[in-house]
């Protein structure tokens, strides 16, 4: 069947006149006569024109014999994402509660909205839900703050400074105790690390009752495969199969909370110690895989393939912005500026502006600040106070640690502690658990009411709950950086055997000594 053929037959079904067929495609009657006697074909517009208004393939109109129903050409299609197949991180729109708490805790002026992100949150994936969250965003994004919200709380570095509170710590690092310090902090971090990470997740309306079921509480060791005795993994709602433990494992195993560090390492060797926000994006990008990052270090990946460069990358639908994951990232900046928590507070804020704002930097910053003191001092409130100097004292985070500090210099007790955290932050709400905030005063407690006794003080960060993993490891690296290498029982150290795995392009898995021996080398010369 010749063109011409098609054409008539698609006419008479439609039951048009040759003169109505003219008028649909803006010819002339003539035209569409010459066109069905196959005296002349029309242009290639006109055959686009009437494969689209009778949809059928171009192949079809041109050679009667095509398979296809429906035609292929790009003016004929609709791309979309599969909204459904999204990843709750990936898809801001599944994380309007989250967003409506982080904005209010902020002081942004949006109760109004309220109903409207109940409303939105609860539509199922598709593009209506990812349109209506856009709208929200830019609601979010132009709020204004509420009259009289009591926090001062800038995103940026000068503005960061200038509310700071100074508390001066004398001493300077002992060049020959310098490598047992670094070395503690790396095995003090991989101790608390593994630590918690056998239970990361677990709540503690669990994690107590499994503790206590295993002779292990209050907690004392790490927990073993030895401990789920017949039918006890059964009881708990936890997948307590499947996780790592210390008696299975050869050395420590992957986990973001020790990749960050080697990271941040590669980062300083790559770019050097004045790196850029921006290189720590590039370095991100290369050497490791999206499902790598998680919450807000997910949303900042992807806005970085995006196009948005740091602080934006930081700010475009990042509901996470002030999560723990920025506190996680900090210890290298403190590890190779001993003495010096400015500088070590700098580095850091460099890091956490690509993917955090405010108190989330804030954390970072504290925590590297709080390693540079440890490298001077073994007294903890020293410690604690000297991190807390290199934040705004008009924060909420900085009125948070302040709070545990003061509780414990007038007597509160360690139970007492820790329920007012558990009282003031839900475990089971996923924005409390894995807050800054929340983390941070679990973190102050179990430095205080540990009294730098390694094991006890790693241990309450984890039986507390919260993010169990975290804690423990910035607890196990403030403390390892403290008492030195020597400092840390081998009990904690043994499962290692001087490796750690690593999920970084490049690295794989590598001795601790051996990124014990590059971080000296970062360290300034003075």
């Known amino acids: ?38 005296t002349a074909q029309p242009e290639l517009d006109k055959l686009v024109a009437i494969a689209r208004h009778f949809d059928v393939s171009l192949d079809a109109l041109i050679l009667g014999n095509d398979n296809r129903v429906v035609e292929e050409m790009q003016y004929n299609k609709t791309v979309k994402p599969s909204y459904a197949n999204m990843h709750d991180w990936e898809f801001y729109s599944s994380n309007l509660q989250t967003e409506y708490r982080q904005s209010v805790e ?17 539509l ?28 001062i709380e800038p995103s940026d570095l000068e503005g960061i400074r200038a509310l700071r509170h100074p508390y001066t710590v004398s001493g300077a690092a002992d060049k020959n105790h310098l490598a047992s ?10 101790c608390g690390c593994m630590l918690g990470k056998t239970v990361e997740g677990m709540r503690t309306d669990e994690l107590i ?16 495969r030895s401990d789920l005795r017949e039918g006890v993994a059964e009881k708990y709602r936890f997948p307590l199969k499947g996780r790592p433990y ?59 393939v995006k196009g948005y460069e740091p602080p934006q990358s930081a700010i475009y639908q990042n509901p996470y912005r002030e ?6 990232r900090g210890d290298y900046f403190g590890y190779i500026n001993p003495g010096d928590p400015e500088a070590a507070a700098e580095m850091a804020f460099r890091d956490a502006s690509i993917s955090h704002v405010k108190n989330g930097i804030y954390g970072e910053m504290w925590v590297a600040a709080m390693l540079a003191v440890a490298a001077v001092t073994d007294d903890i409130e020293d410690i604690i106070r000297g991190g807390l100097a290199e934040i705004p004292h008009t924060s909420r985070l900085h009125e948070a640690i302040t709070g545990i500090l003061e509780g414990y210099r007038n007597g509160v007790s360690e139970i007492a502690c820790f329920a007012h955290i558990h009282e003031r932050f839900d475990e089971h709400s996923g924005h409390d658990w894995c807050h800054t905030i929340s983390n941070a005063m679990v973190v102050t407690a179990a430095l205080l009411y540990g009294k730098g006794d390694f094991g006890r003080s790693i241990c309450m960060a984890v039986e507390t709950g919260f993010d169990t993993d975290c ?4 607890v196990g690296s403030i403390l390892g950086l403290a008492k030195g290498a020597a400092g840390i029982p081998a009990y904690w150290t043994e499962p290692f055997k001087d490796i750690l795995h690593t999920s970084i392009f490049g690295i794989g898995t590598v001795k601790i000594s051996d990124r014990v021996k590059l971080t000296l080398s970062h360290i300034k010369q003075s």
């Open 1 to 38: 069947m010749h063109i011409g053929n098609t054409i008539h037959q698609l006419r008479t079904t439609a039951k048009l006149s040759q003169e109505q067929f003219a008028e649909l495609f803006h010819v002339s009657r003539q035209s569409v006569q010459k066109w069905e006697s196959g």
């Open 106 to 122: 902020e002081g942004l002026d949006i109760e109004a909205y309220k109903e409207l992100f109940d409303a939105v949150r609860l």
């Open 124 to 151: 199922p994936k598709n593009e209506i839900k990812k349109r209506l969250g856009d709208i929200l965003f830019d609601i979010v994004l132009h709020a204004k703050q509420k009259e009289g919200y009591p926090y």
């Open 181 to 190: 310090k670094i070395g503690g902090a790396w095995l003090g971090r991989i």
């Open 209 to 224: 009752p499994f503790l206590k079921e295993s002779d292990n509480y209050p907690m004392h060791r790490y927990i073993y």
């Open 246 to 304: 210390a008696d299975e494992i050869d050395g420590m195993p992957v986990d973001d909370d020790t990749n960050y560090v080697v990271l941040a390492q590669k980062i300083v060797e790559k770019y050097g110690r004045a790196f850029t926000a921006l290189d720590v994006a590039r370095a991100w990008l290369k050497y490791q895989p999206k499902d790598a990052y998680c919450t807000a270090e997910r949303v900042a990946f992807c806005n970085f």
């Open 323 to 328: 999560w723990i994951g920025a506190q996680i």
């Open 471 to 474: 804690n423990g490891a910035t």
